[in-house]
């Protein structure tokens, strides 16, 4: 019976990652090369993004600006690798992302990466905790091993006393707020927000986008944000804008304006 | 000018076309759960149907305007003088004579073919196609058609002996011209008939309706069976009763008086619970059916909320959307059943075979070439799916009906309804169930009323499951959570959350597992049963009978010299002879002079039943009974000396008896007899009933001295294998008889047995495929609703291995859980089965035999039909982009 059940366990155990062996010398801790996306609509196409080319370093906060439909988010969703490009690589710290077969890619984003999405995409059959807990028990961790570390960061983000709840009892702003523990928790080096204020009133955005700041500038991490909000990019190591299926630098405009 | 109240469904009519091209695969499950619950029911009917219609037109044919019949009592048949009297002394003019029987038709597949002698002069009143002119060119016309091959076909057929006359139809499916010779056998004897004529019948229902029939005249039938100087029955025509009080005055005791229709009736009623049983079973796939469509149209239902929401914002009325809800449904409906029809017909033509066979083994002999396609069977089927819809899309509709304007409700705020409901739905369990079983406790509540508990029962049972599943999955949560980590958490939950469909799934999967448990443990035990019995029954050591026509019924008797024969080998211990026939039974508890009065009231029978003659016991003393008198230890000297006769339980139940009743009266040659009942017996063979009467009061009652089957007794020590052979070399080349050891015996009626249960088991095959497609459609809505979710959880880091396996998890727990549920349930369905349907519908008490086999195979379907139903939907999953799936497209 013991060896069934450790039978059972081992089957449900995720195994080792297998990135390491792929990593290849790149600029910066993200670089793109010739990225491209195309969508399919029928029997029409439409191309997103064309040719991008952009190197981002550690410790970066760059925001994306540009309107509905420009192609923010499907930047996001091939730098995490959750979309696959048309053409071109994403390497993240030397990794090649988009060479990684699905399960390579899950695993390092898993253990890399941390996406916080506009709709706070919380699971609602979990409680606060264990939506916070679930990359690293999907990663294996047994949950008593990373409860500690899941509660403090609950804490860190006002939600102390909100631990055993389910989602739909928080409001949108504490959902948002669960959502970065979540991403947070299993302290990945580059996190990715697709609007992370946007489903949010303007007051709890900026407690929301405040809060992001410090936990993610204060910890070196690389945070890449898309953003319809300007006044968020004041704060941001670069700004780039992304229309035409194509990126500019507009940091100049955001340093000038405060300079001025 | 449109007036400003009138509202337009077209628009809804176009959103609901655009939705079915859009999701197809969804409504494809709907048409295909309407599609098989009503190609079960349709294929049953048409081929029930198909074999009493057979049988109908086949009568009626060869009954032609008959009305009334005079029959004799006793096997031996009619004496006819009694024709020639009613010709010539009462000059009743409308009568026909009719000697009949069955013979194997060796060049015509070997079918069983009713061999009709008749008297040509005779006929032309009765049957216009044999009495019909003679001439060729008149087969064309509306008369009622003829043999139209001359005056020479007529003088050969009068005057020839074993001349034959058959249908076109049959003629030209077998190439049969006139002038042919046709190989026949009559009990294993070989007879070699003559076509002089082939019947050109101007109806075509006639034509069909003569398929398994050839006449010859009366003499030649009278040779051929044995019968000179007796008939099988005298046809007669009679516009008013009146007409019949001058033959009535001069009917002896040995015959009887009866509208043909009342014999047509009394041979449709011994197959009506055979065929309800069929029906019944079929309609649980119908049942199974609807559970898919409940699910379908809910889901449909969930997934609009928010474009219901907007709709009714915009101006939709709460009708227009019951309306749209109902509509597609009918839509839907209208398609599967169609379908439903089509697969009906197919499956129906594949089944008619089975379902013939076992009424040509049971009950009378019926030869079906096709079905035939019956309006009102494909009408009902029609009306049965669309119903069937209809009401399983009724509460969706209502809940359509419901959303609020203002918001569109979400799925979580039904999932909390359904949460308030289940102590709701614990409380309908308690009130269906004690429903079923009242149903089911009523005595002599009929057939219909027991099929009603048993379905009260299963629906209770699904009622039960939502709270049932809510409960053991708090349980599980943790459970699994501490064996599997996060993955086991997340399926319990998740199958909690969705409780409105997941029961629903659950349900529909258990019934069709509950049907696998409760059918096999019930043709289990029945098996068993019916093993034990033959062992206790059968102890002879040989059996000697004619080759029968059908496969357990003896159409004809031993020759009385083997009879001789056979008492005077050495190495046989003693002989024991049988003999069977119909009998009326008039009632039970009758007071008669020589028999003690019986202190219970009188109860009415008349119904048909078996009586058997014997001069020993077969089963030497070790025959089971269900009750033996009071006053006595075995039956059987009782019955040897005369003193009383046993009774079959079938013959006591059927008749709505459920205490031994003191004495049965039945009618005989010599007018009604009544014998006291000295014990009641449990009998497999016979679902009409049987009296067991000692051969000297029966040979002197009804003039019968025939002896259908011997049993041979063989001293100890000496073997049997060698016994059979020596009795098949002494009697090699004689193709009437058969000699077959006990074992053979056994072996050859545990096949009958099988064959008759191979469409159940074809049925419950159905009901599987059936909840399969259930099953697979719930749990597909459930995951491509979950689309979105899944792609969360795979954004943060769950791998397309864990998506699998919490895919297969959840699967694999509501198959676990609906096989849990089906076993209960099964028993429940078992116990039902045999000791009330059964014991309803044949008179037939078994012994319930409990197999493990037949729970864990069932469960061990449940999980594997729910682990399967999971894999395309994973499959798809880990294949769709996880951005996609988050965008939820």
Known sequence: MGSMISQVQRWFQPSATSWETVKQPSQGFIELRHLSKIFTEGTSERQVLNDLTLIVEEGQFVVLLGQSGSGKSTLLNLISGIERPSGGTVLIDGVPVTDLNERACTLFRRDQIGIIFQFFNLIPTLTVLENVTLPQELAGSAPQDVEAQARALLERVGLGDRAE?????????????????????????????????????????????????????????TLIMATHNPAIAKAADRVLRVHDGRIDDATAEFTEAIVA | MQSPTSVTNAPLWRLAWRRIRRRPFQYVLFILGIAIGVAMMVSIDLANGSAQRAFELSTDAIAGRTTHRIEAISPVGVDESLYRTLRQEIGYARSAPIVEGYVVAEDLDRQPMRLVGVDFFAEAPFRSYLGGSGDASDSGSNSGGTFGQGVGALTAFLTEPDTVILAQNTAAQYGIQVGDRLRLTLAGQPLLAHVVGILQPANALTRDALGNVLFTDIASAQEIFGMQGRLSHIDLIADSDEELAPIRAILPDSVKLETAQAQKNAVQQMTAAFELNLTALSLLALVVGMFLIYNTVTFSVIQRRSLFGTLRCIGVTQGQLFQLILGES??????????????????????????????????????????????????????????????????????????????????????????????????????????????????????????????????????????????????????????????????????????????????????????????????GSFRTTVVQWLDQTLQADIYVTPPSTTANRVLGSVDPTVVEAAYSWPEIDHIVTYNDADVEVIAFNREASGVPAPDAPEITVNRTAKVISADGDVSSGKRPYAWIRDDIRDPWPQLDAGEGVIISEALMLRAGVSEPPQTVTLESPQGPMTFPIVAVFYDYSSDRGTILLDSDIYIAAWQDPSIASLGLFVKPGIDVDSVVARLRDTFKGRQDLVAQSNRNLRQGSLEIFDRTFAITGALRLLAVVVAFIGVLSAL??????????????????????????????????????????????????????????????????????????????????????????????????????????????
């Open chain 1, 165 to 221: 709840a389910y989602p739909d009892k928080l409001s949108g702003g504490q959902q948002q707020r669960v959502a970065i523990a979540r991403a947070l928790v299993h302290e990945p080096r580059l996190i990715l927000a697709d609007e992370p204020t946007g489903n949010l009133d303007e007051e709890t955005g900026d407690t929301v986008l405040q809060l992001l700041l410090d936990l993610t500038r204060n910890a070196q991490k």
């Open chain 2, 330 to 523: 009918l839509a839907l409906s209208i398609v599967g059943s169609v379908l439903g029809l089509g697969l009906g017909v197919v499956l129906g033509r594949s089944i008619v075979g089975l379902i013939t066979q076992s009424i040509n083994d049971f009950y009378f002999v019926v030869s079906v070439r096709d079905i035939s396609l019956s309006r009102f069977t494909l009408i009902k089927g029609m009306v049965i799916g669309i119903t069937a819809a209809l009401v399983a899309s009724l509460i969706p509709a209502i809940e359509a009906m419901g959303t609020s304007p203002q918001s569109s409700l979400q799925r979580s705020t039904l999932e909390s309804k359904v949460q308030q409901v289940l102590p709701w739905l614990v409380g309908a369990w308690a009130l269906f169930t004690l429903g079923g079983i009242g149903l089911l406790s009523i005595k002599n509540g009929g057939l219909v009323i027991a099929f009603g508990g048993l379905f009260a029962i299963l629906l209770a049972a699904a009622l039960l499951t939502p709270p049932m599943t809510a409960l053991l999955m708090q349980w599980l949560s943790p459970l699994l959570n501490s064996l599997v980590g996060m993955l086991g958490k997340m399926a319990p939950r998740d199958i909690t959350r969705s409780l409105s469909r997941t029961s629903i799934a659950i349900a529909s999967l258990m019934v069709a597992v509950s049907v696998i448990v409760g059918v096999s443990v019930m043709v």
């Open chain 2, 780 to 889: 597909m809505s459930l995951q491509l609703e979950r689309t979105r979710e899944l792609g969360i959880l795979r954004a943060n880091g769950m791998t397309p291995q864990q998506m699998w396996q919490l895919t297969l998890l959840e699967t694999g727990i509501m198959g676990s859980l609906a096989g849990l549920f089906a076993m209960p349930l099964g028993y429940a369905l078992a116990w039902i089965l045999i000791y009330v349907i059964n014991v309803r519908s044949f008179g037939w008490t078994l012994q319930m035999q409990i197999q493990p086999s037949y729970f864990w195979q069932a469960g061990l379907v449940a999980v594997v039909a729910a682990l399967l139903a999971g894999v395309y939907p994973a499959w798809r999953l880990g294949r769709m982009p996880v951005a996609t799936a988050i965008r939820g497209e």
